[in-house]
C-alpha cells in the first residue's frame, strides 16, 4: 500500500492570527522564485519586492518582513502573494527558513518576535 505524502497546508503553518485584514498582506514577490507557504521573507529595498530571506544579503532582504501564506511560483516573473506580517503563532514544523547557523536562527526569529510572530515548537 503506498503512503500519500500531502504537502503542508494553512492550517498546518497557522495557529493563531489576530484580525486578517491587519495579520496580512499582499506583497509581490520578486520574480526567479519559486517559495513555498511558510517561507520567511524580506523586502529589497531598491525594487520593494519580496523574496527569501538571506542574512547574509545587503539589499535589505537581511530583514525579515513576514512568512507566505501561499505557494508563490514567480519563476517567470514577479507575483502577488499573501503574506502574514504581524500578530500570529506559527508552528515551528511548517516555517521554511534558508540554511541559517543557531546565532542567525535566533536572530531571526527575535526578528519575528519584534512583529508579534511567535514560533511555538509542536503545534
Given amino acids: ?12 503553518l497557522l495557529k493563531y492570527e489576530t484580525s486578517n485584514l491587519y495579520s496580512r498582506e499582499a506583497v509581490d514577490v520578486a520574480s526567479g522564485q519559486n517559495l513555498k507557504l511558510g517561507t520567511v521573507v524580506g523586502r529589497v529595498t531598491e525594487t520593494g519586492l519580496v523574496k527569501q530571506f538571506d542574512p547574509l544579503a545587503t539589499d535589505g532582504s537581511e530583514g525579515i518582513i513576514g512568512v507566505l501564506l501561499e505557494d508563490c511560483d514567480a519563476s517567470s ?28 536562527e535566533a ?3 527575535a526578528q519575528l518576535e519584534s512583529r508579534g510572530i511567535i514560533i511555538r515548537k509542536g503545534v
Fill in 77 to 104: 516573473g514577479s507575483k502577488k502573494a499573501l503574506m502574514l506580517t504581524r500578530e500570529a503563532i506559527l508552528a515551528d514544523h511548517a516555517v521554511i527558513w534558508p540554511s541559517l547557523t543557531e546565532e542567525q
Fill in 1 to 12: 500500500m503506498s503512503v500519500a505524502i500531502e504537502p503542508n497546508n494553512l492550517g498546518d
Fill in 107 to 109: 536572530a531571526a526569529i
